[in-house]
């Protein structure tokens, strides 16, 4: 199923593209851009006609071929990607819209439904909601109820199954958008009336946050610019989904430090079968791209951050901290750690994922501690 969509929203881009560039495509063109026999996109123009998504605008003459055009160069969807990951039974749905104000839009109902059951963060146009498996009870319709909720959460073999009901533009949106988005298996609608009700299906997939620090010298170099580089290099893999990048400020008195003292993670969603690959690549990228010998890595897997390890992304906001603690501590919060001085900054980088920008970037601020996924992303 995620194949046969995946294709489909790969010949639409491609045959919108070269509608806009030029008014028309060929079936020769398509070819040529996808290296694929010509009957297979026979068949897939074939298949788009019969959907309403392509229409012919001049029939072959001669050796002239037939000229094809998609009938809108408009989005289908303004859904990008939604992807799952889990962490016991806790599960955070990753959705990345093409609008910041249908982002906050789905987050604010979202909310609104689910009530405290639901932990939602907007990022821009990422919304990050986090649930733990089970039901929801949620009353959807008018204002001033809510347009859309997620009304349960489940894990079906390796897949997330999310259950939503929604009127009006959500309803268009779960039964004609979201199975367009990259990540989705398939989208089920169970009931069609007053209240549109179906069920996403997307991979379980695991969590990892990567933590590096001390990749910079006085000379060169920035530890901020290799992270957005090695998301940027790590989300080229299929099977990674990337989600952000975090910089955080640590204590201010380090004497080494090479300008403020921060240091940077990343966070994204791999297949399970993938998380070696993906550490091993980490280090790999971080060793060749430092300019620094004291780089440090850090990786875990999972959404929910242990006590012992947020304890200790508290501590290096306010003192000097050292690699043995770094490494005694990495042991028993299940991190891998390697390299040199950085592994401290790593580790913490790791630790204080979750609390917001703004306090994160100002060391002189305390940041509440937090212990439990019910507050993952919460507090000011």
């Not at 006085?218 to 975090?246: C, E, M, N, R, W």
């Not at 950085?342 to 509440?368: K, M, N, Q, T």
């Amino acid at each position: 199923m995620q194949g046969v969509i995946e294709r489909r929203r790969a010949y639409l881009q491609l045959m919108r593209r070269l509608t806009l560039e030029k008014g028309f495509f060929t079936v020769q063109e398509i070819q040529k851009e996808t290296g694929v026999p010509r009957s297979t996109v026979q068949d897939w123009i074939l298949r788009l006609s019969e959907e309403g998504c392509v229409v012919i605008r001049e029939p072959p003459k001669g050796r002239t071929p037939a000229q094809y055009a998609a009938t809108s160069a408009l989005p289908r969807t303004a859904c990008k990607r939604i992807f799952t990951s889990v962490d016991g039974d806790l599960v955070e749905i990753v959705h990345e819209c093409m609008s910041s104000a249908c982002a906050g839009f789905c987050g604010y109902h979202h909310q609104l439904g689910a009530g405290r059951r639901l932990t939602v963060v907007k990022d821009g146009t990422l919304l990050r909601e986090f649930m733990h498996f089970g039901e929801c009870d949620a009353v959807v319709g008018l204002y001033p109820h809510s347009a859309v909720a997620v009304t349960g959460v489940y894990l079906e073999n390796d897949q997330i199954l999310q259950r939503i009901r929604s009127v009006g533009g959500p309803a268009f949106s779960l039964s004609g958008m979201m199975g367009l988005a990259r990540g989705v298996l398939g989208v089920e609608i169970l009931r069609d009336g007053p209240c549109t009700e179906g069920v996403i299906r997307t991979k379980a997939l695991s969590h990892l946050t990567i933590g590096i620090d001390n990749t910079d010298s006085k000379d060169g170099g920035a530890t901020f610019a290799l992270a957005i580089a090695l998301l940027q290099h790590l989300g080229g893999y299929s099977g990674v989904f990337p989600i952000t990048h975090h910089v955080m400020m640590l204590y201010p008195g380090v004497f080494e430090k090479t300008a403020g003292n921060s240091c940077s993670a990343i966070e994204l969603a791999v297949e399970p079968g993938m998380i070696d690959q993906i550490i091993s690549e980490t280090v790999r990228f971080v060793s060749d791209e430092s300019v620094s010998p004291s780089w440090g890595v850090a990786v875990r897997s999972g959404i929910q951050i242990p006590e012992d390890l947020r304890s200790f992304g508290l501590t290096a906001r306010r003192e000097i901290v050292s690699c043995l603690t770094a490494r005694s501590v990495a042991k028993a919060s299940s991190v891998m750690l390697t390299g040199g001085e950085g592994v401290i900054g790593a580790l913490a980088a790791i630790a204080l994922v979750g609390h917001p920008a703004h306090l994160l970037l100002d060391p002189g601020r305390d940041l509440p501690s937090l212990s439990f996924s019910s507050d993952y992303y919460s507090g000011d």
